[in-house]
């Protein structure tokens, strides 16, 4: 998280103890974080559905915690 936040980059994970380390520990990556949570998923699923969605421009993923779920898009803002 600390390399994200200093190079800028958004940060993609499975693990959902990054939701702890932005709001409570206040690691904030001005490019976000992404928190997958697929249970089942093809290799190659999770690059393109995060592709299709950064396509759109009514989704903003930069000062946010993205979480992706099965169909469901959910975003919390900490900047």
Avoid: C, W
Wanted: no cysteine.
């Amino acid at each position: 998280m600390a390399i994200a936040i200093q190079e800028d980059h958004t940060t993609l994970t499975f693990d959902r103890d990054y939701g702890e380390l932005i709001f409570r520990y206040n690691y904030r990556p001005k490019a976000g974080a992404i928190y997958l949570r697929f249970k089942q998923y093809s290799p190659n699923f999770p690059g393109v559905y995060i592709h299709q969605l950064m396509e759109q421009d009514r989704i903003q993923f930069q000062g946010t915690f993205t979480v992706l779920d099965e169909g469901i898009l959910r975003q919390r803002n900490y900047l």
